[in-house]
């Protein structure tokens, strides 16, 4: 069985991911950068590294690029194209390209009446400014980002309008959400074909605003209520992914859905619960292809 892995050299998961392939098929460790993919068309050969993907068995998407842009968009174009083919992805381009935009991860939350922080799209600076004025302080946030990066906290006063101007020069169409106490704590629920594995929570340390672990967030165990973990199932179900996480927070104004994360890792995971999650996910691969 020939299973390589589409991810990012260095990175955890990514890493962890291939070497697991590795092990549990007894072939060769492929790690696939989608930069050094090649296309041919309208053969529908895809190189990579003396290999032609359209041989493998599957492709599992770990990361298909070190951060998040529209590149990612094409780059899925390439894989939806070998999907198309019959190579076997997990998760299908479809389900990836459907939530790795913010913008569009939130309108399909949305019609779903999943609870999410009151939120504005606009790319206006007057209607942002209208925005700020009725929320307070507000968490602007790039449509393609994870981690918070890029993302600004901006308050109303005096010197909003200039903010925003200088955001709206890097970002055309402004994604605006109210800042909520998130408490200390957010927390990363993990499904697996869409079935429940486990929770960890991200928790801060410093007096950062947010609890990512690149604002120097750290992993803790967690077990949420079970209508919190049923809140999460719902909001990953349309998606179809096969394997994500769904961040929410807990207020006192009840359960908050941040996104559906199309990468969601395996670190968090491990660290939490010592659930294998790479593992779990190679032997949830093998037994669909079988």
């Not at 069985?1 to 070497?19: C, F, H, N, P, R």
């Not at 190189?47 to 041989?55: A, E, Q, S």
């Not at 780059?75 to 198309?84: A, D, G, K, P």
């Not at 799209?121 to 009725?134: G, P, R």
């Amino acid at each position: 069985m020939k299973i390589g892995v589409i991810g990012i050299e260095g990175g955890w998961s990514s890493e962890k991911l291939a070497d697991t392939v590795a092990e549990k098929t007894g072939g060769e460790r492929v790690l696939i950068n989608m930069e050094d993919v090649r296309l041919d068309l309208p053969s529908g050969n895809a190189y990579y590294n003396g290999h032609n993907l359209i041989d493998f068995d599957a492709l599992i998407i770990k990361k298909i690029g070190a951060r998040y842009s529209p590149d990612l968009l094409d780059r899925l174009e390439v894989l939806r194209y070998l999907h198309e083919r019959g190579l076997k992805i997990f998760s299908s381009p479809y389900a990836i390209l459907r939530a790795l935009d913010r913008l569009s991860c939130t309108i399909s939350l949305q019609l779903k009446d999943i609870p999410m922080p009151p939120t504005t799209i606009t790319e206006s600076v007057d209607q942002a400014l209208v925005a700020l004025e009725n929320y307070g302080e507000a968490v602007f946030k790039p449509l393609y980002t994870s981690k918070a990066r890029g993302m600004s906290v901006l308050k109303d006063g005096p010197d909003a309008r200039a903010a925003i101007e200088e955001y709206r020069a890097e970002n055309p169409i402004m994604y605006i959400q109210k800042t909520i106490d998130l408490g200390d704590l957010d927390l990363g629920i993990a499904f697996l074909g869409g079935e429940y594995l486990t929770t960890y929570a991200r928790c801060k340390t410093n007096g950062a605003w947010n609890t990512t672990t690149a604002s120097g967030g750290k992993y803790r165990p967690y077990e949420p209520a079970p209508e919190i973990i049923e809140l999460a199932r719902k909001a990953q179900a349309d998606f179809n992914l096969d394997f994500t996480c769904v961040d929410v927070a807990i207020t006192d104004d009840g359960p908050y859905v941040f996104e559906v994360s199309v990468f969601g890792g395996f670190r968090g995971i491990q660290e939490t619960s010592g659930i294998d999650a790479a593992a779990r996910y190679v032997d949830y691969v093998m037994e669909k292809l079988q």
